[in-house]
């Protein structure tokens, strides 16, 4: 096994020499925490262990001891971390995770999923060592169901290691997977637990590529799917792991640092558990994933003498756009392989009312604005559970039956945001991106945001429809509403998208390849040549033809395509060309993006959230939620019920369609 660590053994060690540097930097008033951090992050688990000893001769203490009487909070529990071996760190970790109040889940599963089978058994012992308990019987005393199957089944450290691959065994395997799930109502957790549990890392990798050609989906998103709660995360962790353990630290690590608040605690036992082994992979895993370095994200989440402690551990900056290391520019490559094969099932939130009855419906509307005050709860019930077909039957009827217009009525007896997402709901999907097209470029200011989301994210058909529904309401064109209201190669860009004309159908590969090498050529030509080849390609060809380009421009440049627009374009055109390139890989994943910074930090874009909760509801409204829960830890539903209130909260979180 090749370690690329970031902490390797330190030339010349001599552990009496740094014993007594210890020592010196804890004696009298105060400590010396400079020379404590820069010795203990500068030298290997095994000469700190030597130094451990080295201390105990030299001077009758025990430095782990002298250390947490020195240092306090964050940096005490780090130093005094780095200073236990690996698989007491790790016995240590999972003791904590299930010993204190409440089981600490996460931890179970990071620890479990990314283990070998040496590190397992160490681990094992490490714990009867230090706890005189058998950690088996503790993880089955603190879980439960498949989640505590599949743990123990980690435990026993018995997965194939050998590298043999047999492929009738593959093809055996993808099948099984399929039928336990996919296949059959119910799934047969039984299955995936002996598959994915047992089996090498180089076998589950192809048994992964052959499921995706039988199930038409990737492994992920049919345990996404099919399964729930910690066993799903535990069975996603496996497989993330099995994928690329680099890119699997590199996302907890993420989690554990974005938003309000830093997971300390992960963020040491990442940082210590891998600082030895392949630290450099997981700082590229990172930047490829979320163009930031590590340790810029470390720098600006943590202060003091813990944040140099960590920053030491990390081992440096990594310039943004640099070239891939060898593992990331396979991983990179994989990702977009994985997108081009996998065939997502769109799943809504929100199915046509079986017995609808839209003269019932309309009375039922009637009568709740009817006299004094109105019936919100009742609109809602109606609006938030019907198909957006069922409601224009419901907009005819009532005009029919009571010759009166049910949005001006709705419009008068509703207000605010609930009156904006009733409204929306009532609106056909072409009137309603219209309208939402009208909004973002009135008055004051325009929203680049909301035209990049809508253009970039609708079909040809929806394009059209949505231009027809313009010109019919506001008597003019989309295309020249954009062109007086942006300029440039940004305008350029919303005009190719607003015609409608991308093209459809699979990739053509030598095509694709060509486009791929055009693209590579263009990043070292002038800003605007590097725009328009750019936009020549990425607003024209078909999104099964651009996952295949941007997979063979990692092979052409030894870059990411995000990375490249985020290094060399800026503000509007850079918002743009990303969003495409997010749309292509995940389009869900890009909405839940969206709905998070919709609703993250002080105050609401309530414009955003009413725009996506609305027109993806019918589409693919359970995957974002999915891929939400997957990428911030908080479920879509717990996001809008800490962030809207009343019945404008109520209507979205039925429009949500439940807790994940």
Sequence with gaps: MVFRGTITDAPDFDPAADAETLYNAMKGFGSDKDAILDLVTSRSNAQRQEVIEAYKCSFGKDLIEDLKYELTGKFER?????????????????????????TNERCLIEVMASRNNNQIHGMVEAYKDAYGGDIEEDVIGDTSGHFKKMLIVLLQGTRDESGVVN?????????????????????????????????????????????EKIAECSIEDSLKSELSGDFERLMLAVVQCVRSVPMFF????????????????????????????????????????????????????????????????????????????????????????????????????????????????????????????????????????RSN????????????????????????????????????????????????????????????????EILVTRSNEEIQAMNAAYQDGYKTSLEEAIQSDTSGHFC??????????????????????????????????????????????????????????FQEFVKCSNKDIEQIIKKEMSGDIKNAFYAIVCSVKNQPSYFADRLYKAMKGLGTDDRALIRIMVSRSEIDLFNIRKEFKDTHDVSLHEFIQGDTSGDYRKTLLTLCGGED
Excluded at 84 to 100: F, L, N, S, V, Y
Excluded at 342 to 366: E, I, Y
Excluded at 411 to 440: C, H, Q, Y
Aim: net charge negative; hydrophobic share 40%; charged share 30%.
């Design 78 to 102: 780090l130093i005094v971390s780095l200073m236990r071996t690996p698989a007491h760190h790790d016995a240590k970790e999972i003791h904590d995770a299930i010993k204190g109040a409440g």
């Design 167 to 211: 492929a009738d065994l593959v093809e055996q395997d993808a099948q099984d997977l399929y039928a336990a799930g996919e296949e059959q109502w119910g799934t047969e957790e039984a299955k995936f637990i002996m598959i994915l549990g047992n089996r090498s890392v180089t076998h589950l990798r192809m048994v992964f590529d052959a499921y």
């Design 389 to 452: 077909a069922q409601r224009q039957e419901i907009r005819q009827t009532f005009k029919s039956l009571l010759g009166r217009d049910l949005m001006k009525d709705l419009k008068s007896e509703l207000s605010k945001n609930l009156e904006r997402l009733v409204i929306g709901l009532m609106l056909t999907p072409a009137e309603f991106d219209a309208k939402m097209m009208k909004k973002a470029m009135e008055g004051a200011g325009t929203d680049e945001h909301a035209l990049i």
């Design 492 to 549: 350029r860009i919303l005009v190719s998208l607003v015609q409608g004309a991308r093209e459809e159908g699979p990739a053509d590969i030598e095509r694709a390849n060509a486009d791929a090498q055009d693209l590579a050529d263009a990043c070292n030509a002038e800003s605007d040549d590097m725009e328009m080849k750019f936009m020549s390609i990425l607003c024209t060809r078909s999104f099964p033809h651009l996952r295949r380009v």
């Design 250 to 385: 590199a996302r907890r690590l993420y989690k554990s640092m974005k938003g309000l608040g830093t997971a300390d605690n992960t963020l040491i036992r990442i940082m210590i558990s891998r600082s030895e082994t392949d630290m450099l992979d997981i700082r590229e895993c990172f930047r490829l994933r979320y163009e930031k370095s590590l340790y810029n994200m470390i720098k600006d989440d943590t202060s003091g003498d813990y944040k140099r402690t960590l920053l030491n551990l990390c081992g440096g900056d990594d310039d943004l756009a640099g070239e891939f290391f060898p593992e990331a520019a396979q991983i990179a490559y994989k990702m977009w392989e994985i997108s081009s094969m996998t065939k997502v099932q769109l799943r809504p939130t929100l199915r046509p009312a079986s017995n609808f009855d839209p003269a019932a419906d309309a009375q039922a509307l009637r009568k709740a604005m009817k006299g004094f005050g109105t019936d919100e709860d009742a609109i809602i019930d109606i609006v938030a559970k």
